[in-house]
C-alpha cells in the first residue's frame, strides 16, 4: 500500500540552528500539505500546496519557516533559525486533488525537539 | 469551517462497541462531517466522512443526526488497537484553501481489557 514518506523521523538540535525536514507523497497526489502538531493539540496547517504552487501558507512563519515543492513532487519544509517554541511533530499530508472530498493520506511525522 | 465539540476523553472495554459523539451545531448544508484518528506517535488517519446519510465502511459507522447538528462515531468491536485521539472535523467540499483540514483537540479513547 502507497504510504507518505517523511525523514528525519526525530530530530534534536540546538536553538538558532537550521533544521530541514523531507517529505514524499503518495505517488500522483497533487495536493501536500506541512501541519505542525504542538504535543496535546490536533495537527495545525502550514502551508498547502497544488502541484509546485502554494496554494496557503497563511499560518507559515515566514520570517524563519520556508517551503518548497520544486517540481511538484517531493517537498522539504526548513527551519532557520529553530527556537524552543517550534519543538512540535512535523506532519506531511497528501491528496489526490485540491478539491472535492479526497482524504488525506498522513506521512509518520518529524518528531523535533529544541534544546 | 463549522466548529465541533467533542467531549476529551472516553473509555471502552475491548470487545463493546465505542460510541464517539460530536456536536456541530453551526454545520452549513454543504459541510461534510469527517472523521480521522491519531494512535500514538503516528500520523493521522482517515476513517469515514458523510453529509447527510449514515454511512458505513470497513472501520466504522457514522451516524448524523437528522438535523445534522450532530453525530455519531461507532466502532461496532473495539480492539486495544482502537486506542488513539479521535477527531471529528466538518468542511465543505470546495477548492483551494477550504480543502485543508482543521483538527480540534479531539477525544481521546482508550480500550481496557
Known amino acids: 500500500e502507497a504510504e507518505v514518506a517523511q525523514s528525519p523521523r526525530y530530530k534534536i538540535t540546538e536553538k538558532s540552528q537550521a533544521v530541514a525536514f523531507w517529505c514524499d507523497p503518495i505517488?500522483?497526489?497533487?495536493?501536500l500539505y506541512w501541519y505542525r502538531q504542538i504535543l496535546g493539540q490536533g495537527p495545525e496547517l502550514l502551508v498547502q500546496?497544488?502541484?509546485?504552487?502554494?496554494?496557503?501558507d497563511s499560518q507559515l512563519p515566514k520570517d524563519r519557516f520556508s517551503a518548497e515543492r520544486l517540481k511538484g513532487v517531493d517537498s522539504t519544509l526548513k527551519i532557520q533559525p529553530a527556537e524552543l517554541g517550534d519543538s512540535a511533530m512535523y506532519l506531511c499530508a497528501s491528496s489526490l486533488e485540491l478539491a472535492g472530498y479526497n482524504e488525506q493520506f498522513f506521512g509518520p511525522g518529524t518528531r523535533l525537539t529544541v534544546l | 469551517d463549522a466548529k465541533t465539540t467533542q467531549p476529551t476523553s472516553m473509555d471502552c472495554a475491548e470487545g463493546r462497541a465505542a460510541n464517539l459523539p460530536c456536536n456541530h451545531s453551526?454545520?452549513?448544508?454543504?459541510?461534510?462531517v469527517y472523521w480521522y484518528r491519531q494512535i500514538h506517535s503516528q500520523g493521522p488517519q482517515y476513517i469515514i466522512h458523510?453529509?447527510?446519510n449514515n454511512e458505513t465502511n470497513e472501520m466504522a459507522s457514522l451516524i448524523i443526526t437528522e438535523d445534522r447538528k450532530s453525530s455519531t462515531l461507532i466502532l461496532p468491536h473495539a480492539t486495544l488497537r482502537d486506542t488513539a485521539v479521535y477527531y471529528c472535523i466538518v468542511r465543505a467540499p470546495l477548492s483551494g484553501t477550504a480543502s485543508k483540514l482543521t483538527f480540534g483537540t479531539g477525544t481521546r479513547l482508550q480500550v481496557t481489557l
Open positions: 458523510g453529509l447527510k
Open positions: 500546496f497544488q502541484d509546485e504552487s502554494v496554494v496557503d
Open positions: 505517488s500522483g497526489h497533487a495536493t
Open positions: 453551526t454545520i452549513s448544508g454543504n459541510e461534510y
